[in-house]
């Protein structure tokens, strides 16, 4: 029969020369692999940031436009489109900001790279504003047209008789032209018979 096979103690292991070699082997080891994958984290963390950046861009202007064929109100697109492409930016601003308020004292700070959030905000409000620029300028134009339609069948109320196109008013014309030559034929007509009829 075997005798049962004791496992050789850890302390003694760790305490001995050639573990301590051992171990500072691992420590660099596990410290290089933990440096690799936190700039593995850093780097895809960038990529989904610019990712989200660029679909909210383009989702900003596409949102726009759907909701102006809804006929949504113009104020309802504007802020709609504004969230939409401000949103990576206040995320950004948002994870960096910070305040403390103290009884002696307060400060905030943007964070390390605050610049990064205020471009992102930039870009934001300027494709937020050329995406509703040409839907604002349309609904103002209409919004014009309609009230000076509006003020010009307010300014023909008052009129009771309203001339007539160019084509109907010559058709009167001839109609009335004729109807004299008429009147005037049987005038003619009724002086000459009544003329001969006294001689």
């Known amino acids: 029969m075997l005798a049962p096979h004791t496992p050789p103690d850890l302390d003694a292991i760790l305490d001995s020369e050639d573990s301590t070699q051992i171990n500072q082997e691992t ?12 700039a593995d984290i850093q780097t895809r963390k960038r990529i989904d940031s610019g990712l989200l950046f660029l679909a909210c861009q383009f989702s900003s202007c596409s949102l726009s436009w759907l909701l102006f064929n809804l006929q949504v109100t113009l104020s309802i697109i504007q802020v709609a489109s504004a969230v939409v492409s401000l949103l990576p930016g206040l995320i950004d601003v948002g994870d960096s900001f910070s305040f403390s308020l103290s009884s002696e004292s307060w400060e905030f700070s943007l ?70 030559g008429i009147f005037k034929k049987i005038s003619n007509t009724d002086n000459t018979g009544v003329n001969q009829n006294e001689d």
């Open 27 to 38: 420590a660099r080891y596990l410290n290089h692999i933990e440096t690799k994958l936190y």
């Open 111 to 180: 964070g390390q790279k605050p610049l990064i959030g205020i471009i992102k905000l930039l870009i934001g409000g300027a494709v937020s504003m050329q995406g509703t620029s040409k839907i604002t300028s349309e609904i103002i134009a209409t919004q014009s047209q309609i009230s000076q339609t509006y003020n010009e069948i307010r300014s023909s109320e008052g009129l009771s008789f309203q001339l007539p196109n160019v084509g109907f008013s010559l058709l009167i014309g001839l109609g009335a032209i004729a109807l004299i």
